[in-house]
């Protein structure tokens, strides 16, 4: 039950909503109140909203008119109004060293808490001064969801500073400097930033534009921001447990991944891991406790990296020359300004000319040790090897994700060999079956979970969205990357479905007379940004192929939920602390959060009965910390040798 945001009850008192809607009348007060019962409390709030996960940045524009005279700004940054050239024209004058060392403490500090309006109005204030400040304060006041530094802003200045700062060598900024790059840092959201007004002042409001579409898949890279615990423990399991197990060691595209990095970087897996590790920690970018550390050599001087640090800088840093070299590859444009991040994600430390290496972004070194950041080092020496090579990584890839998904619902429902005899929670993996007059040998889903009544199929796609849809939002790369994300695994789901209802012996595992519900999931390595357009775009794309006429299946099938992995550990994460699997995905497929992201939903919605880390995560992210220890750790005798 929803209630306006305000209303009189019969004691007198006004009760007090977000929205001061008009308070209602007393008569219908008592109605409510006698309906919940004497002493009853009613909690008013306003319904979520996809509207919920959206945030507005600050522009110079905006920020004037909060200001009572224009003056000050024009103090500060000489002009009103600037355009993009003229921003690149004082970025010439700023000497790049201090000023990425300036703009990466800002990351450090935006990346450990981007949405914390105390700390927003704290930096405001601190960098420009009590009039800027307070009309700052007075955006911030005015928007629920206002951000005036974020971290796209900082990544695109970054990536300014690469391409167009000075080369004076020199310890910090002048006082003149300073103002230009404060400057630059104003004017970057209402001008370079702005790349896809145009796209969407042109789209109509139907939520099923194309161009709405584009714009939500190519703001998607900034919206999804992990766990590091999930990260760290996926990576581990997927990378050094799974890729490394009896289990894909006869599978047709196996690759020595291990073999691949020793003879790229001069490290396993878990030695690159340990390296990123000791360098987050001595970073200190996850720490609120100042501006981010530079990482010496000498640093690693009581680990087992002592005399291989080189190797370790080689995959995790470069300096600014590799930096100008993976910007310049492509054309410069506004929206590449505005979005384009992969190669500090690749690289996220800075190698400086002393030879130490800053750490320019908290996210970037997340993405590093995490999955993601090893499937790229990964990809990058296979697509170095030719793209046959490319090709099989990437098939093997997949492979080991469906392993892992299917390993996350083997630890939700445990002991297996009982459920033979129950018949619920019972978790198969894919089985192959023929069809057609030529035999045509085809698999069921990459999961399936069986719960009496209700039946879970789970497809798992490696497919990733490609940099130019995130960067570019062009429009055929948005439509691949969809298809093969989704629209082909709801077309695999829809064939299974139609398939083991045709032949129940397709599924012998699960007794499908019983069944009443179908659900079917698709997990994917990387989150999609959940809107409304996606989700209007992927039902009439491919929606049809999960209809079904009840002669063919008796069955109701529901909306297709879409998790990405680390969703999919928090589904398994409830599921192994006694909450219904149904119960989840009937409130994630009702019209309140169909639309929507899991996360949001879990946070909203379940937070009162579980609020842990799934279970098997920490176990699993224990287990990387105990190798990364092994491999950090010198032997005594060893060292007192060297010594």
Known sequence: MFLPGQFDDPSGLTRLGAHGAPAVPVWEAEIVLGILGPGAAVAMTSPPSFFDQVHVWLTHQELLSYMPEVAPFVELTGAAEATADQLIERIHTIPFAPAMRFVSSLQKAIGLRSIDKELQRQLMYAIYGPQIGAAGDCFLRAHGRGSIFFEQQLFALQRLLVLHASDEETADLTQEQHVSLRTALLYLPGTLLRADDEMIETAPELVDDERWLRYFVGNGGFVAHGSLMHDMARAHRMYEVIAKSRVVRDHADFCRLDEWLLDTYGMTFVELQAFGFVVFAGSRVHFDDGPPLAVTQSYFDSTRFR????????????????????????????????????????RPGLLQADGTVLIVAPRALQAWLGASGTYYRLFDIAREQGSETRNQFTRFNGALQEHYARHLMHVAYPHQERRRLIGVGKVCGPRTYSKGKGEEELDTTDIAVGLGFDLVLIEVTAGRLTERSLVEADADSVRRDLEKMIEKKMRQLGRVIGDIFDDPSRLPDVDLDMVKNVWPIVVSGDGLFQNPTLWAYTDERAGKYLRFNWARVPAIVKPVVILDLEELEALGGLVGADVSLIEILERKTSELWLQRDFKAMVISDFAHRWDEQPKFIVQEYGRAATAIKRAVAVARGKRETSE
């Open 307 to 346: 005399d291989r640090t080189a190797d370790g800088f080689k995959a995790l840093a470069a300096d600014r020359e590799w930096f100008r070299h993976e910007f310049q590859r492509s054309k410069e444009t506004p929206r590449r300004i505005a979005f384009e991040t992969h190669p500090f994600l690749r």
